[in-house]
């Protein structure tokens, strides 16, 4: 089951990481001093302290940009293979596995919040996670011989 929960867990990661590249941003916007031009003949002092000029830090946060993209890209197409794989499962608990799965894994929700949206204790809600669990280790075996199967 530990594979079937790092499978899960991929979309939040990839969340993380690209949150982790816009605070990076964040920092660098930080440190883009643009001074105003003067036309009027006065001159305007410039740092000369090597890496600190104004066209690598501009193109740290170009490079960065990029980095987010590329990351929104691989935190979408982690979302979408989440929700189908939650999707497939197969959930004869009304629906509450399903639930359980996308609160914890989507969301990122806590056992005590997830316990509260489905008025269930935390206990019990820990216990249809497992079950949950056994139901996307399923469908990732099935997928796993489907795949088997169409290489022969």
């Given at each position: 089951?530990?594979?079937?929960?790092?499978?899960?867990?991929?979309?939040?990661?990839?969340k993380?990481e690209r949150?982790?590249?816009?605070?990076?941003?964040?920092?660098l916007?930080?440190?883009l001093?643009?001074?105003?031009v003067?036309?009027?003949?006065?001159?305007?002092?410039?740092?000369?302290?090597?890496?600190?000029?104004?066209?690598?830090?501009?193109?740290?946060?170009?490079?960065?940009?990029q980095?987010?993209i590329d990351?929104?890209?691989?935190e979408?197409?982690c979302?979408?293979?989440?929700?189908?794989?939650?999707?497939?499962?197969?959930?004869?608990?009304?629906?509450n596995?399903?639930?359980?799965?996308?609160?914890?894994?989507?969301?990122g929700?806590s056992w005590?919040t997830?316990?509260?949206?489905i008025n269930?204790?935390?206990?019990?809600?820990?216990?249809?996670?497992?079950?949950?669990l056994?139901?996307?280790?399923?469908?990732?075996?099935?997928?796993?011989?489907?795949?088997?199967?169409?290489?022969?």
């Open positions: 089951m530990t594979g079937t929960r790092e499978f899960l867990r991929k979309y939040l990661r990839a993380k949150m982790v590249l816009e605070n990076h941003i964040l920092a916007k930080d440190t001093d643009l001074q105003g003067s036309y009027d003949g006065v001159k305007v002092q410039t740092s000369k302290e090597k890496g600190s000029g104004i066209e690598e830090k501009i193109a740290s946060k170009v490079n960065l940009d980095q987010i990351m929104r890209n691989v979408l197409n979302l979408e293979s989440v929700q189908e794989l939650i999707n497939e499962i197969n959930d004869d608990h009304e629906g596995l399903k639930l359980v799965l996308s609160e914890k894994y989507i969301k929700g005590r997830i316990a509260e949206r269930f204790s935390k206990s019990w809600t820990e216990r249809l996670h497992q079950k949950a056994k139901e996307a280790e399923k469908v990732l075996e099935k997928r796993k011989k489907i795949v088997k199967n169409s290489i022969k």
